[in-house]
């Protein structure tokens, strides 16, 4: 290897990113409180992460379809129902699942414990979508289906509307 690339290569290495247990950005949704572990800004949007608690009987989103992202869920603790189309698939601890473009989908926490879920959106589009939803409420507006379906709409995402 020459001097010149011996130079360069160290100079090109990225920084690490490290979010301590404390840290990352929190945005709460109802019953369920989100930390933002990486929003993208430190992987060029390629990914995001955050990680979820989702109170005990919580409902979550309208059934969608993401047209643009993959939305991966790493069960942390607990149990999270997915519906998928016409089928629900009760997701332990320890599950992965793993929600590619054009599926229609959305999860709950049915049971007396809390759940968290760790998910991954790449790229990182749907991680504003959050932020959205939370300002929305800090304003003061209800969160409407209608709301929310906006909401969606900015992010390449719709309901799923053609399910029974």
């Known amino acids: 290897m020459t001097e010149d690339a011996k130079t360069s290569k160290a100079q090109?290495?990225?920084a690490v990113s490290v979010v301590g247990p404390g840290d990352g950005e929190t945005i709460i949704l109802g019953t369920t409180r989100m930390r933002v572990?990486?929003?993208?800004s430190r992987t060029g949007h390629r990914l995001a992460i955050?990680?979820?608690?989702?109170a005990p009987h919580t409902q979550g989103p309208p059934q969608h379809r993401h047209a643009r992202h993959d939305e991966g869920f790493y069960i942390l603790s607990g149990t999270v129902r997915f519906t998928?189309?016409?089928e629900d698939y009760d997701a332990t601890t320890g599950a992965l699942v793993m929600v590619p473009p054009g599926t229609p989908h959305t999860f709950a926490n049915p049971t007396d414990q809390p759940a968290v879920m760790l998910s991954t959106f790449t790229p990182d589009l749907?991680?504003?979508y959050f932020r959205d939803l939370q300002q929305a409420l800090a304003d003061g507006r209800p969160l409407t289906t209608q709301a929310n379906i906006d909401a969606m709409s900015r992010y390449a995402t719709e309901p799923a509307t053609d399910l029974d």
């Open 84 to 86: 998928v189309g016409n």
């Open 126 to 128: 749907y991680v504003q």
């Open 12 to 14: 090109a290495d990225p």
């Open 50 to 54: 955050a990680e979820s608690v989702l």
């Open 37 to 40: 572990l990486e929003d993208g």
